[in-house]
């Protein structure tokens, strides 16, 4: 991680190393606005032979207990800008926060029998038609009858159980799942993302935002994953990334610079005591005026990482 004065001072000195003029980056909450001028053009102008851009997407990670976390409650009410483009935190929240209740409200019994059972609470097993919800794959799970459908063992409340299947069985047994006779256990992170899907999507978020397009397909293997937030944000990145470099290669003209480059925004002022934000540079492109076509170069985290480390930690444009 680089903090944000120096990332900006090291990052203007490499610009100013492959001959761009007068560059200029100024910071907006978690995004960057920059642009590079050629000799001669009004500073702050963006010419058609230059064009520089970073992405960057925003993560909080809380310095105390080292977990990287959605946008806090504190910089949701006193700083988030409601007008403007969800970020993969709060498109994320309530997905989360369902599979996060199922984790620890679904539960595996080995009954004195040696029987082994799962129970669920009904909401996990049926559609509402009003509000998103997660559901069980109990054909991933449960052991079905002879005509393949599945009839509960036993049902008490709001809480129903079946027979869990030989398959499931093996997965937990791979898993090293330990048992307990006698004893029920929250499935926890024995609920893959294969075992379940949220139904209702469409009744929760806005699917033609660009951050629907980019997460949505990957929503179980988010909300599974042990850092979601992490997680949700390099994916929503990543697409960016090649969008925007799809669009530059695609306008810019032949003889252009272009640099594009993504990275992620650890912020920690919203933690009590902390005022440290962090650039965490990922990937970039570059192609240079001049250059034959087809030399245009890659830039992988570690050869981005040490090509900006190599400048100077002040600017001296």
Request: proline fraction near 5%.
């Amino acid at each position: 991680m680089i903090p944000h004065e120096e990332f900006t001072a090291r990052l203007k000195n490499f610009c100013a190393s492959l001959g761009f003029r007068r560059v200029k980056i100024s910071s907006a909450g978690s995004f960057f606005t920059t642009w590079a001028a050629s000799p001669g053009t009004p500073e702050g102008v963006a010419t058609e032979d230059v064009a520089v851009l970073i992405l960057s997407c925003r993560v909080s990670y809380n310095p105390n207990w080292g977990g990287y976390s959605g946008l806090p409650q504190l910089l949701v009410r006193e700083r988030a800008d409601t007008s403007a483009e969800q970020c993969p935190a709060g498109f994320i929240d309530p997905f989360l926060q369902q599979y996060r209740f199922a984790k620890d409200h679904i539960f595996l019994t080995e009954t004195e029998q040696g029987r082994h059972l799962i129970t669920v609470p009904q909401s996990f097993l049926k559609k509402d038609g009003k509000n998103p919800r997660l559901i069980l794959r109990l054909d991933k799970i449960a052991e079905p009858d002879k005509d393949g459908t599945y009839s509960p063992v036993m049902i008490s409340g709001s809480m129903t159980s079946y027979a869990l299947s030989e398959s499931f069985l093996q997965v937990l047994a791979a898993r090293r799942f330990v048992w307990k006779s006698g004893r029920s256990i929250p499935i926890d992170s024995c609920l893959g993302s294969e075992l379940f899907f949220f139904a209702g999507i469409d009744l929760a978020v806005d699917q033609n935002s660009r951050i629907c397009a980019t997460l949505l397909p990957h929503l179980n293997r988010i909300v599974t994953h042990r850092t979601p937030h992490l997680r949700a944000a390099e994916i929503h990145l990543r697409q960016e990334f090649a969008r925007a470099l799809e669009t530059f290669t695609a306008h810019h003209p032949e003889s252009g610079n272009v640099l594009c480059l993504a990275g992620l925004d650890i912020d920690m002022t919203a933690f009590k005591g902390q005022g440290e934000q962090y650039f965490v540079p990922w990937k970039a492109y570059l192609e240079r005026a001049g250059r034959d076509l087809g030399e245009e170069c890659a830039l992988e985290q570690d050869d981005l990482f040490v090509r900006l480390m190599q400048q100077e930690k002040l600017c001296s444009v």
